[in-house]
C-alpha cells in the first residue's frame, strides 16, 4: 500500500528516488520488448498469410507504412519530438520486414553521401544499401530485379531540379512508389588544422552552389573543384594535400577527416527531395501526390499548356509542380513532368486524368505515393 501511494504521488508530480526510477525504466524496457518481438511475430503472420514463396519486397507496403507513421504521429504527446518518434517507428518497421531478408536499396553512391541519408531515412537501418555510381546505374538496377528499390535525387529548394533523373523517366518503366525530404547540413571538413591551408574545395556542384556565399566570406579565392558526389570530394580531401571537402557530416567519419566548420548552407531550410523507384504502382495512403510525364501534340499552339491542364482546375485537383524536358524525339519538341496532389485512384483525380488523358499525345502515370512524412 505505501509503495502504491508513493508511485500515486511520482505520477501527480512528486519525483521518485533514483534507484525506483531506474527499476521502473527496467520495467518499461521489458516491456517494449515484449511488445516489440509481439510485432515481429505479427508481421511474420502477414508473411505467412500472403504465401510461403514470396520475397521481402512482396510484403512491403509504403503506403501502409505512411500511415504507421502519421498514426504514430498524430499520438505523441511528447516528451520526444516528432521527428524522434518518427524514426523509432521507422526502425521498428524496418526490423519486422527484414526478418527474413533484408530489402535491397540501390542509390546513388558511394557511401556517405545525402542519397544514402535518404535510404535510411525512409526505409530504416535494416535494409541492404546499394552503393552505384550514377543515377543510370540505379535506374538499371532495379529495372533489372538485381534492387528491389532505389533513391534518387529529383530537386533541391536552393537548386532546382536534377534534370537527369527526369530525363531518365522518359525511357525507363519505373515507376515512384515514395518520396524522402532530407534537410541538407553541409559540413566543410579536410586534414588540416586551419582555413588557411586550404588549397582548393572539392564537392558535387549542387553544394558548391548551396554554400555559394559563405564560401565567398570565408574562402575567397580558393579553387573550388566539382565533382560527382560529395564523397568523392571527400575521398580527395583524405588522399591530396591542401583539398577541402563539402558533405554531410557522416562523410567525415567515414573517411576520417576533421570538420573544419559546420552548417554552411547558404539557406537554413535547405532541402533535398529524393524519390522512391520500384516496379509498380501501390494503393492510397490517405495523403498521396501523383506524378504525370505528359505531351501535347504542338506546345507552339496558342493555348495547348492551359487546354492540357484545364481539367486539373475544373475537378479541382491542385498542381504543385510541373517542369518541361526536351521530348529528344525531335527538335523543339517538350514533355511535362507534372505533380499533382492526390492519388491516381482517388475518385476526383482519376476524372481529371481521364480527361486529361484525351487531350495528351503522351500520357504516364509515373506514380502515385505517399507524401514525405515529416
Same mark, same amino acid.
Given at each position: 500500500?505505501?509503495?502504491?501511494? &508513493?508511485?500515486?504521488?511520482? %505520477?501527480?508530480?512528486?519525483?521518485?528516488? %533514483?534507484?525506483?526510477?531506474?527499476?521502473?525504466?527496467?520495467?518499461?524496457?521489458?516491456?517494449?520488448?515484449?511488445?516489440?518481438?509481439?510485432?515481429?511475430?505479427?508481421?511474420?503472420? =502477414?508473411?505467412?498469410?500472403?504465401?510461403?514463396?514470396?520475397?521481402? *519486397?512482396?510484403?512491403?507496403?509504403?503506403?501502409? $507504412?505512411?500511415?504507421?507513421?502519421?498514426?504514430?504521429?498524430?499520438?505523441?504527446?511528447?516528451?520526444?519530438?516528432?521527428?524522434? *518518434?518518427?524514426?523509432?517507428?521507422?526502425?521498428?518497421?524496418?526490423? #519486422?520486414?527484414?526478418?527474413?531478408?533484408?530489402?535491397?536499396?540501390?542509390?546513388?553512391?558511394?557511401?556517405?553521401?545525402?542519397?544514402?541519408?535518404?535510404?535510411?531515412?525512409?526505409?530504416?537501418?535494416? *535494409?541492404?544499401?546499394?552503393?552505384?555510381?550514377?543515377?543510370? $546505374?540505379?535506374?538499371?538496377? *532495379?529495372?533489372?530485379?538485381?534492387?528491389?528499390?532505389? +533513391?534518387?535525387?529529383?530537386?533541391?529548394?536552393?537548386?532546382?531540379?536534377?534534370?537527369?533523373?527526369?530525363?531518365?523517366?522518359?525511357?525507363?518503366?519505373?515507376?515512384?512508389?515514395? $518520396? +524522402?525530404?532530407?534537410?541538407?547540413?553541409?559540413?566543410?571538413?579536410?586534414?588540416?588544422?586551419?582555413?588557411?591551408?586550404?588549397?582548393?574545395? #572539392?564537392?558535387?556542384?549542387?553544394?558548391?552552389?548551396?554554400?555559394?556565399?559563405?564560401?565567398?566570406?570565408?574562402?575567397q579565392g580558393v579553387e573550388q573543384v566539382a565533382v560527382s558526389s560529395n564523397a568523392e570530394g571527400a575521398r580527395r580531401a583524405r588522399d591530396e594535400?591542401?583539398?577541402?571537402?563539402?558533405?554531410?557530416?557522416? !562523410?567525415?567519419?567515414?573517411?576520417?577527416?576533421?570538420? %573544419?566548420?559546420?552548417?554552411?548552407?547558404?539557406?537554413?531550410?535547405?532541402?533535398?527531395?529524393?524519390? =522512391?523507384?520500384?516496379?509498380?504502382?501501390?494503393?492510397?495512403?490517405?495523403?498521396?501526390?501523383?506524378?504525370?510525364?505528359?505531351?501535347?501534340?504542338?506546345?507552339?499552339?496558342?493555348?495547348?499548356?492551359?487546354r492540357l491542364l484545364e481539367p486539373l482546375a475544373r475537378h479541382r485537383v491542385s498542381l504543385t509542380r510541373i517542369e518541361s524536358r526536351p521530348s529528344?524525339?525531335?527538335?523543339?519538341?517538350?514533355?511535362?513532368f507534372i505533380d499533382l496532389e492526390g492519388h491516381a485512384g482517388d475518385p476526383h483525380v482519376a476524372r481529371a486524368l481521364t480527361a486529361l488523358k484525351?487531350? !495528351?499525345?503522351?500520357?504516364?502515370?509515373?506514380?502515385?505515393?505517399? &507524401?514525405?512524412?515529416?
Amino acid at each position: 500500500m505505501a509503495e502504491r501511494t &508513493r508511485s500515486k504521488k511520482a %505520477l501527480s508530480g512528486g519525483v521518485l528516488p %533514483l534507484e525506483q526510477i531506474r527499476g521502473r525504466i527496467d520495467a518499461v524496457d521489458e516491456q517494449i520488448q515484449k511488445l516489440i518481438n509481439e510485432r515481429a511475430a505479427l508481421a511474420q503472420q =502477414v508473411g505467412i498469410s500472403k504465401g510461403s514463396g514470396g520475397r521481402t *519486397v512482396d510484403f512491403y507496403r509504403p503506403e501502409r $507504412e505512411a500511415q504507421v507513421l502519421r498514426q504514430a504521429r498524430a499520438r505523441n504527446k511528447g516528451p520526444l519530438r516528432n521527428e524522434e *518518434v518518427l524514426r523509432l517507428f521507422r526502425e521498428i518497421m524496418s526490423a #519486422c520486414l527484414a526478418q527474413q531478408e533484408p530489402l535491397k536499396v540501390a542509390f546513388l553512391g558511394p557511401e556517405g553521401t545525402f542519397s544514402q541519408s535518404a535510404v535510411l531515412t525512409h526505409f530504416g537501418h535494416s *535494409v541492404r544499401a546499394l552503393p552505384l555510381i550514377s543515377i543510370d $546505374e540505379v535506374f538499371h538496377e *532495379v529495372e533489372a530485379g538485381n534492387a528491389d528499390f532505389g +533513391v534518387v535525387p529529383i530537386e533541391n529548394s536552393s537548386e532546382g531540379t536534377v534534370n537527369h533523373t527526369l530525363d531518365r523517366f522518359l525511357t525507363s518503366p519505373l515507376k515512384i512508389c515514395g $518520396e +524522402v525530404e532530407v534537410r541538407i547540413r553541409q559540413f566543410l571538413m579536410g586534414r588540416m588544422n586551419s582555413l588557411t591551408r586550404i588549397a582548393r574545395v #572539392c564537392s558535387h556542384p549542387q553544394s558548391l552552389a548551396q554554400c555559394r556565399e559563405w564560401l565567398d566570406e570565408h574562402l575567397q579565392g580558393v579553387e573550388q573543384v566539382a565533382v560527382s558526389s560529395n564523397a568523392e570530394g571527400a575521398r580527395r580531401a583524405r588522399d591530396e594535400q591542401g583539398t577541402a571537402a563539402i558533405a554531410g557530416d557522416t !562523410a567525415a567519419e567515414v573517411y576520417g577527416l576533421k570538420v %573544419l566548420a559546420a552548417q554552411i548552407e547558404d539557406r537554413a531550410d535547405n532541402t533535398t527531395r529524393f524519390l =522512391v523507384l520500384g516496379r509498380k504502382l501501390f494503393a492510397p495512403s490517405g495523403e498521396d501526390r501523383t506524378t504525370l510525364l505528359v505531351s501535347v501534340g504542338h506546345t507552339d499552339a496558342p493555348g495547348a499548356l492551359h487546354r492540357l491542364l484545364e481539367p486539373l482546375a475544373r475537378h479541382r485537383v491542385s498542381l504543385t509542380r510541373i517542369e518541361s524536358r526536351p521530348s529528344r524525339r525531335r527538335k523543339w519538341d517538350y514533355v511535362f513532368f507534372i505533380d499533382l496532389e492526390g492519388h491516381a485512384g482517388d475518385p476526383h483525380v482519376a476524372r481529371a486524368l481521364t480527361a486529361l488523358k484525351k487531350r !495528351a499525345s503522351l500520357f504516364r502515370v509515373l506514380g502515385s505515393y505517399p &507524401r514525405a512524412v515529416q
